[in-house]
């Protein structure tokens, strides 16, 4: 159960890793709700990886008006209380009708983000499932199962884990098997259910026939890509840049033309738009070669030979990046020059 690129990414990752019997059994989908696939639907059918790919139109709580009051909560702890129960269970209700495939069939289920709305369907209708990771080491800057629940908290994971009053997520709903991690120890407070599965153990047993194949559903248009790494051949201090979602468009140009400010004196500037990201970086930074937006990242470690003299980012997990001799997160000590210290500080509130 996919939310984005690189969740799919991850899934090739895990199904290569199965023995080549026990590969192409699986039922991949996709979530519309946070990314537009476009025709990555046909790329991965075409892999021969999984049985089938299916698209969930899963949708957001304001989708529902009816949602509105429970959210808005009521008066005094059990005032709240009683609303969120009255949300978690009608949420998984209204939720009901748009999931594309009967869960109950199926021996083992993974999960991206649980958070939305698919782990409230599957904790009220009792279905066990694996989570995982929402993205590299998330949880050690966002822990959000704590910051959204900060304030009585174990009794909120009570609610959800013990009881499935409410639903709590990454590893706190009733039905949720286990979470999978990449790091433990880079976590803050880590819940029981995780288990450590990191991510630079699948990737190092890959094939060259097993990165093709990850290639070939991804790349949509290889022989453009090829030309893009071309243009920096013969560059020896080549500059990556990579963006997110930050703040507001207006805000976001700026925070991106100052890193570029501050990285060009360095060597050549290219830039790598996070899928995400909905600033039209193609007519504002149109000098800067780029990378196509819809490519994860990780697609760079499977061409021999490229090299950055540095990657940079700003809540992106960039450590360890095999095509990096360096990489840079400014964090949120550069983001505090931006925007409310509160916005993007959420497990110093904790």
């Known amino acids: 159960m996919c939310h984005t690129y690189y969740h799919v990414y991850i899934t090739f990752l895990k199904e290569l890793k199965l023995p080549k019997e026990q590969q ?3 039922t991949l989908v996709l979530s519309s709700m946070s990314n537009d696939f476009e025709d990555l639907k046909s790329r991965v059918e075409a892999s021969g990886l999984f049985r089938e790919v299916l698209e969930f139109d899963e949708k957001r709580e304001d989708f529902f008006p ?23 269970r009608r949420y998984a209700q209204l939720e009901a ?3 594309p ?14 958070s939305d709305p698919i782990g409230y369907y599957l904790n009220q209708n009792k279905i066990y499932y694996h989570a995982v990771e929402d ?6 800057n966002f822990d959000a199962a704590r910051y959204d629940n900060r304030g009585h908290f174990k009794l909120k994971a009570f609610l959800s884990r013990k009881l499935n009053l409410i639903f709590v997520q990454n590893g706190y709903g009733k039905y949720c098997l286990d979470m ?26 890959l094939t060259r026939e097993d990165k093709e194949r990850i290639l070939k559903a991804f790349i949509r248009d290889m022989e453009g890509l090829k030309e893009q790494l071309e243009q920096g051949a013969g560059e020896e ?27 060009e004196p360095e060597g050549k500037i290219f830039l790598k738009p996070h899928p995400r990201d909905e600033l039209d970086y193609r007519s504002k930074f149109g000098e800067y070669p780029q990378f196509d ?22 809540f992106t997990e960039i450590k360890d990046l095999p095509f990096a001799e360096e990489t840079v997160c400014l964090g949120a000590d550069f983001m505090d020059a931006y925007e409310d210290p509160l916005i993007h500080r959420q497990n110093e509130q904790i």
């Open 24 to 26: 192409g059994r699986a």
């Open 66 to 88: 009816e949602l509105a009051r429970w959210r808005k909560g009521g008066g005094g702890f059990l005032g709240n209380l009683y609303c969120r129960i009255r949300f978690t």
């Open 97 to 99: 009708p748009y999931v």
């Open 101 to 114: 495939v009967d869960f109950r069939e199926y021996e083992d289920i993974y999960v991206y983000c649980d």
């Open 135 to 140: 993205g590299l080491n998330c949880l050690k």
């Open 180 to 205: 999978e991690v990449n790091d433990i120890s880079a976590i803050h407070y880590p819940c029981p259910q995780y288990i450590e599965a990191p991510r630079k153990e699948l990737v190092d047993r």
């Open 237 to 263: 201090n080549k500059i990556l840049i990579l963006t997110d979602p930050l703040c507001t468009l207006d805000v976001r140009e700026r925070i991106f033309r100052d890193i570029i400010r501050m990285y």
């Open 293 to 314: 937006a819809k490519i994860p990242m990780e697609m760079l470690q499977f061409f021999p030979g490229v090299r950055f003299r540095k990657v940079v980012g700003v």
